[in-house]
């Protein structure tokens, strides 16, 4: 069994975090289900707060930690939404964030660290640059480490966007969610399963970034061989934590190439008139491409983020 | 006084056409209201059926034929939004509808029409021939010509999402609206004006296709000058009933350039993370750019579509 929360963990987080998040829509479209061949429930993320489910995992986090350790603040290591969203979190608390960026990150992620008061801490662009940065400002600061997934009140923070799903949309078939370092689908999994034992709960993964994958066929966790991919919010690997959880709750997870994320992503924005970030594309693109075997079921599927930079579209 | 619909025709079409067009939501940014400085009130037309707001007066128009006269079907040349919407319209009431299109019209626009069961005919792209192509098919067909904005039952139904957007939020200051050949503006000035007689209605118009802002200046109409403007939507020109309409209930038209509409389009996919086409933006612009006096005031914006062909980006 795995050490992650449970149910009852996700909906405390879900009252935790109720007044500082969106309760994001549920969208369909007829033609996307023609498309797919099955009933397609979209939950909008990329509506959500920072423009993308990070919020939720962020949020719950700093919420939960006691108010003397609060105090002294939080410290991540993130290029992308994760950043942002504990930035935020902490700014409605009251408290600091200190965010380590490697130096190359986009102008536009930096701004909105910012906008939300972080203060970012640059370093060079390499994994162990960002983890003895963040261990420095931890000793200097007595602030806590919030991880972006491998962390247990993040991953519940996560798990409330399926629980929404489901609270709204009943007898769901299949849910899918996208996997990079494994909070979103862990959280997705735990909510799912207990809120419906007969669902299928489906991880959706870059083929350019197929660590969980790979883990899954054989058992143990394997390294990321290459994360070259459109993708940008799925670079991450599993953490033990999360690939236990993966392997109690999760039924499968499926593949899709660049291409394959660049196709759905522009079929979702031109049918949908909505805009997705290539994270969110990754775990509809199964569905569309109809091969998880969904052929007229129903079919939940987390729609993760809207963080696109318009200058580097695929299209 | 102008001959258009009056507020009770536009009441009438928006129960006539209830059944077979969206209800679309009105959404809210808070980072669009500091941009504006203003509190702005989307009624987002690009998730209408069709994905423009084309469908409302094509709906009303089709529907309100007499029985005999719908049976022959309906003829229009139009080779954007409006074609697709009278398809749509005559599929659901089971007529022939008879499309003429210029020959260079884009592939996209021709599969709409054709999915909605509509019959193309081709010629020349120029208005002469688009204009004795349909009156070849009136002929011979004994069809009805359905004008996309010459119609007082066209115009009745474009003013249904202005009708929807005031029954929604009350108090509005302002309302704007792109104008191109007046259908859309005529339809909202006459039901905004009947619903709050000190709102501002305010036409939202390409620089480099302004003829309704130098109509209104001269104070009769005046011809196209040039139309080169990527707000495809947007390159007709006004027909005496809508300049009759914009000068009874229009206050002000205002004008932006080729750069604010491209980047008023940009910041609202990039900050709401929906897709709207170049012609909704022209409406958004000018209260983005704080160009209208709304200073602190409520402004309702008509974003009229969402149909964008992604390989042409202007950014």
């Known amino acids: 069994m795995h050490s992650g929360p449970d149910f009852n963990d996700i909906r405390a987080a879900s009252g935790r975090i109720a007044a500082q998040i969106h309760r994001t829509p549920v969208l369909t479209s007829e033609l996307l289900d023609k498309i797919a061949g099955a009933r397609l429930f979209f939950k909008c993320e990329n509506f959500q707060k920072t423009g993308s489910f990070k919020i939720r995992g962020a949020t719950n986090a700093v919420l939960s930690l006691p108010e003397e350790s609060a105090s002294r603040g939080v410290v991540t290591h993130s290029s992308g939404n994760h950043a942002a969203a504990l930035a935020r979190a902490a700014q409605l608390r009251g408290i600091p964030a200190w965010i380590v960026m490697p130096s190359n990150a986009p102008a536009v992620k930096r701004a909105a660290v910012e906008a939300y008061g972080g ?33 247990r009140n993040v991953i519940a923070g996560q798990g409330t966007a399926a629980l929404e799903l489901l609270n709204e949309v009943a007898d769901l078939d299949f849910i899918l969610a996208p996997v990079s370092g494994g909070g979103l689908l862990s959280g997705t999994a735990i909510a799912a399963k207990a809120m419906n034992p007969k669902i299928r709960v489906i991880g959706c993964e870059p083929k350019n970034a197929d660590d969980a994958f790979r883990s899954m066929a054989s058992g143990q966790l394997e390294p990321a061989a290459k994360s070259d991919t459109i993708a940008d919010g799925l670079r991450a690997t599993l953490c033990p934590l999360t690939f ?10 499926v593949t899709v190439t660049e291409d394959e994320i660049g196709n759905a992503m522009r079929t979702i924005w031109e049918r949908m008139k909505i805009v ?4 969110a594309a990754v775990a509809a693109a199964p569905a569309l491409l109809r091969r998880i075997g969904a052929d007229g079921g129903r079919v939940g599927i987390i729609l993760s983020g809207g963080n696109v930079d318009l200058s580097q579209l695929p299209f």
Chains 1, 2 share one sequence.
């Open 119 to 151: 203060t970012i801490t640059f370093c060079e662009p390499t994994l162990a640059a960002r983890e003895s940065t963040a261990q420095d400002l931890l000793q200097k600061t007595g602030a806590q480490m919030i991880h972006p997934y491998d962390n």
């Open 244 to 253: 236990s959880i993966l392997r109690d709750c999760v039924d499968q997870v």
């Open 276 to 279: 997705i970030e290539p994270s």
